[in-house]
């Protein structure tokens, strides 16, 4: 399977990696700044890639089979939009767009022309995840009665500094929007993906040279019944935790780690064999990352040859981002915001 790569920064071995993994075809690298390819190619031992600037020649004149978009977030939907509308599968990273509006234009992109595409929410994919989500769908946890997650991580200066589009609203967004963003997909996925409504607030305290969030909290009310909270933060003096809890009538789980990848608590009143191994889940990673790209790059090549949409697909991604931007509308009108979101992105709220 023929494989492109467009964006060459900080995500980007993460993707060569899984690509490698599951016997790509690496064929082309894609970066406006050529001279970044290259040597992105050279320190992964990419072998003669065709190098690109401009993603639309790359997509025209390579059409690969599988392309992953891992650009700064604000070109995310323009890139995602272009390559379903030239009939090219893609994987693009999160946030998959950064509007409602931009999102569901590349949805309707997608369904015209018929491709595979799906969005970066790798830590579905950790085991203890996968383990959390099993006892949801078999009822172990009996009704839900709420869930939290905290993303309690650090971003310096010297990270914004990075690249000039970090922190901004129309192009990154803040914390929230790029380094909580998967924590507040899983927290959404395992309590129940229908949301009534959101509150929340947002604050910049420690980061002034950014536009953006550095700390966000908001409450959230499930059509099913159940309300969930959200702490995200890159104020903390060094990366210190993404947990992920879920409580029912019949059972509490809480997973930790950097990603929620570990299993700190699991307690059901129906003790089963397996639950004894379960407490014990603890998936080593290089990152915070997390091991979730293999996984998701198997799944989406096997959706390719199967003809079939992802594990973690275009739904999911606005699903994810709907929430942050509620939050944001929320932040910037003092109200509790009613879903679904219809007519909202991130640059609002520069108004």
Request: charged share 25%; proline share 2%; net charge negative.
């Amino acid at each position: 399977m023929r494989y492109a790569l467009i964006g060459c920064g900080r995500v980007a071995p993460s993707h060569i990696k899984a690509a490698k993994e599951n016997n790509l075809s690496i064929v082309a690298l894609c970066d406006i700044d050529i001279a970044k390819a290259e040597a992105f190619a050279e320190k992964n031992s990419i072998e003669n890639p065709l190098i690109f600037s401009d993603y639309k020649k790359l997509v025209d004149e390579v059409k690969p089979d599988f392309v992953a978009i891992a650009t700064e977030s604000g070109v995310h939907g323009e890139i995602a939009e272009y390559c379903a509308l030239q009939g090219v599968n893609f994987l693009v990273e999160k946030p998959m767009a950064m509007g409602i509006c931009e999102a569901d234009r590349v949805i309707a992109a997608a369904k015209k022309t018929g491709v595979v595409a799906g969005v970066c929410h790798q830590n579905r994919f950790n085991i203890a995840v996968q383990e959390l989500k099993r006892a949801i769908d078999c009822n172990r946890f009996g009704r839900l009665s709420h869930g939290s997650v905290h993303i309690r991580w650090c971003r310096k200066e010297d990270y914004y500094k990075q690249d000039s589009w970090r922190g901004k609203y129309a192009s990154d967004g803040g914390a929230l929007m790029n380094q909580c963003i998967h924590g507040i997909d899983l927290l959404r996925w395992v309590m129940g993906d229908e949301v009534e409504s959101v509150y929340g607030s947002t604050r910049n305290l420690q980061h002034p040279y950014i536009e953006a969030e550095d700390i966000g909290v908001a409450v959230v009310n499930f059509k099913n019944g159940a309300v969930a909270t959200i702490e995200g933060t890159v104020n903390t003096l060094d990366n210190l935790e993404e947990t992920l809890c879920v409580f029912g009538e019949y059972g509490m789980v809480r997973l930790g780690g950097m990603n929620a990848s570990t299993v700190d608590v699991w307690d059901f009143k129906d003790e089963e064999a397996a639950d004894e191994d379960r407490r014990f889940i603890e998936e080593k990673a290089p990152n915070v990352y997390g091991n979730g790209h293999t996984s998701l790059y198997l799944d989406f090549v096997n959706a390719i040859n199967e003809g079939r949409q992802p594990y973690v697909d275009l739904a999911a991604g606005k699903n994810a981002l709907e929430i942050v931007l509620a939050i944001y509308k929320s932040q910037k009108t003092g109200e509790k915001v009613k879903l679904p979101l219809t007519d909202f992105k991130s640059s609002d709220m520069l108004e």
